[in-house]
């Protein structure tokens, strides 16, 4: 394998702020410092369990490979070799053979770079979250399901959708990640949903983040997050003595097919596509040494259908203000672009439901501003527009399935895995999924959620412009 292009060298992963010392190939050896802080305190705070340390060490895996994936420039869309140097408390069970193979498989799933790892023997003592002592045990029902928290409008969607099917259940919530906003909006959303379910759910944020970055160019793509919030999101349900981790997501954006030839694949999102869920539970059943399984109930929904549970509370539209899905978020009020493919798919399962989005958004302000739309504003909903065309001319084929199929060839390859890892029978896959699809374009008949962005001929979306679906 190539020499690294980027070295990553983490001292012991602290409550305070611990150094990395970031070299880059092209810098010949010189090295910059930053440092990189990992906040698990409400997983003891919260549940009233001391984090062991082999799962300390999976936090600490997940926090580097998030940091790396950040600080790690890639050009020209091109890949690139990361090696990542961190101290665990147990570096033995992560050097095992098929560990470090499956995880620098995933990684390279995941991101297209390449990735190696050397795992050293920690030094200090662990986190405060580690060595708390609890006197009484928790009064906290003890969940029955575990389920990422983005905040986002199909968290919440699905969220209540399962609690509603099952008031009996106790619902654990993981947040992570290492934006201020989004674990503010991550709390928003819980606080909305607690207060018409009390007692129902515990939200725990495990937020991390890096400082003294400014002299380091970085990466916006950040196409390890859906390892990097699994990984998180399986320590938390193995602490409460769970297999099994949940999330919320549409089948539109977990499958997150591309819109359009223009698309570059290293663009494209993989975060809880069903093949990554399938790579990601293999991985964790063997780091963990037990079976581990990451189950999305609503693989084959559309955000509509998501969102249609929704409409039975009278808040509904509260529920919907308290979460945020804009891929390409303003810093100025309001947040939410509006033209970005996420936000997009939002209206337009709003739309469909025959309800006025709430929302304020970017571009529906700027229709009553002084500042002209520019052409660009449409590329999401051109290649959205695109890709719609496309499943239609398929649907209407002789033979649908084999039309989806070869124009999107990632189609064959989940009900192949589906069948092989999960039992399903691929004839029902294939059914669910061409339904799926057949529902998404009828959706798309009566709702258009880009009224009033310009659709100039030509502007086709630019290279390099990440299209997420989530």
């Given at each position: 394998?190539?020499?690294?292009?980027?070295?990553?060298?983490?001292?012991?992963?602290?409550?305070?702020?611990?150094?990395?010392?970031?070299?880059?190939?092209?810098?010949?050896?010189?090295?910059?410092?930053?440092?990189?802080?990992?906040?698990?305190?409400?997983?003891?705070?919260?549940?009233?369990?001391?984090?062991?340390?082999?799962?300390?060490?999976?936090?600490?895996?997940?926090?580097?490979?998030?940091?790396?994936?950040?600080?790690?420039?890639?050009?020209?869309?091109?890949?690139?070799?990361?090696?990542?140097?961190?101290?665990?408390?147990?570096?033995?069970?992560?050097?095992?053979?098929?560990?470090?193979?499956?995880?620098?498989?995933?990684?390279?799933?995941?991101?297209?770079?390449?990735?190696?790892?050397?795992?050293?023997?920690?030094?200090?003592?662990?986190?405060?979250?580690?060595?708390?002592?609890?006197?009484?045990?928790?009064?906290i029902e003890l969940p029955r399901e575990t389920a990422l928290w983005s905040g986002g409008l199909?968290?919440?969607?699905?969220?209540?959708?399962?609690?509603?099917?099952?008031?009996?259940?106790?619902?654990?919530?993981?947040?992570?990640?290492?934006?201020?906003?989004?674990?503010?909006?991550?709390?928003?959303?819980?606080?909305?949903?607690?207060?018409?379910?009390?007692?129902?759910?515990?939200?725990?944020?495990?937020?991390?983040?890096?400082?003294?970055?400014?002299?380091?160019?970085?990466?916006?793509?950040?196409?390890?997050?859906?390892?990097?919030?699994?990984?998180?999101?399986?320590?938390?349900a193995v602490l409460q003595g769970f297999s099994s981790l949940a999330l919320y997501e549409n089948?539109?954006?977990?499958?997150?097919?591309?819109?359009?030839?223009?698309?570059?694949?290293?663009?494209?999102?993989?975060?809880?596509?069903?093949?990554?869920?399938?790579?990601?539970?293999?991985?964790?059943?063997?780091?963990?040494?037990?079976?581990?399984?990451?189950?999305?109930?609503?693989?084959?929904?559309?955000?509509?259908?998501?969102?249609?549970?929704?409409?039975?509370?009278?808040?509904?539209?509260?529920?919907?203000?308290?979460?945020?899905?804009?891929?390409?978020?303003h810093r100025d009020h309001p947040q939410q672009c509006g033209y970005c493919s996420s936000c997009?798919?939002?209206?337009?399962?709003?739309?469909?439901?025959?309800?006025?989005?709430?929302?304020?958004?970017?571009?529906?302000?700027?229709?009553?501003?002084?500042?002209?739309?520019?052409?660009?504003?449409?590329?999401?909903?051109?290649?959205?527009?695109?890709?719609?065309?496309?499943?239609?001319?398929?649907?209407?084929?002789?033979?649908?399935?084999?039309?989806?199929?070869?124009?999107?060839?990632?189609?064959?390859?989940?009900?192949?895995?589906?069948?092989?890892?999960?039992?399903?029978?691929?004839?029902?896959?294939?059914?669910?999924?061409?339904?799926?699809?057949?529902?998404?374009?009828?959706?798309?008949?009566?709702?258009?959620?880009?009224?009033?962005?310009?659709?100039?001929?030509?502007?086709?979306?630019?290279?390099?412009?990440?299209?997420?679906?989530?």
């Amino acid at each position: 394998m190539r020499q690294p292009d980027y070295t990553y060298h983490f001292d012991d992963l602290e409550d305070a702020y611990s150094p990395v010392r970031c070299i880059a190939s092209a810098s010949k050896g010189v090295a910059d410092t930053c440092f990189v802080r990992v906040d698990d305190s409400q997983v003891a705070a919260r549940l009233q369990r001391c984090l062991p340390g082999h799962l300390a060490d999976c936090v600490d895996l997940a926090v580097a490979v998030a940091v790396a994936d950040r600080l790690s420039l890639r050009r020209n869309d091109s890949s690139c070799h990361i090696q990542i140097i961190l101290p665990l408390r147990y570096p033995e069970r992560f050097k095992a053979f098929g560990v470090i193979q499956q995880l620098e498989s995933v990684l390279y799933w995941y991101t297209h770079d390449h990735w190696s790892f050397e795992f050293l023997p920690r030094e200090r003592i662990g986190r405060l979250a580690e060595r708390q002592l609890f006197l009484f045990s928790s009064d906290i029902e003890l969940p029955r399901e575990t389920a990422l928290w983005s905040g986002g409008l199909d968290s919440l969607a699905g969220l209540y959708s399962r609690i509603s099917c099952s008031r009996a259940k106790h619902f654990l919530l993981v947040g992570t990640g290492m934006n201020t906003q989004m674990f503010h909006t991550q709390r928003q959303a819980a606080h909305e949903i607690a207060s018409l379910f009390p007692g129902d759910t515990t939200l725990v944020q495990i937020p991390y983040g890096i400082r003294e970055t400014k002299e380091l160019q970085k990466h916006s793509l950040q196409r390890s997050r859906g390892f990097v919030f699994l990984l998180i999101g399986a320590v938390c349900a193995v602490l409460q003595g769970f297999s099994s981790l949940a999330l919320y997501e549409n089948g539109i954006g977990a499958m997150n097919l591309p819109y359009c030839d223009a698309e570059v694949g290293l663009d494209h999102s993989l975060s809880v596509h069903p093949l990554s869920l399938l790579r990601m539970e293999e991985f964790i059943s063997q780091l963990l040494g037990t079976t581990f399984t990451l189950h999305n109930p609503f693989l084959f929904q559309t955000k509509a259908e998501m969102c249609q549970a929704l409409l039975t509370s009278q808040n509904w539209e509260q529920l919907v203000l308290a979460t945020f899905t804009c891929d390409r978020p303003h810093r100025d009020h309001p947040q939410q672009c509006g033209y970005c493919s996420s936000c997009l798919l939002r209206r337009q399962a709003l739309a469909a439901l025959k309800v006025e989005d709430p929302t304020q958004y970017v571009i529906t302000t700027l229709l009553s501003s002084e500042r002209t739309i520019r052409p660009s504003d449409g590329d999401y909903l051109r290649a959205m527009h695109a890709q719609i065309e496309t499943f239609r001319t398929c649907l209407q084929a002789s033979d649908p399935w084999e039309a989806l199929s070869t124009n999107f060839t990632s189609l064959a390859a989940i009900v192949d895995e589906l069948h092989a890892a999960k039992g399903m029978v691929q004839n029902l896959v294939i059914e669910q999924l061409t339904g799926l699809y057949t529902r998404y374009v009828q959706e798309w008949e009566y709702a258009s959620p880009g009224e009033g962005i310009e659709m100039s001929e030509g502007n086709r979306p630019r290279r390099g412009v990440a299209l997420k679906g989530d």
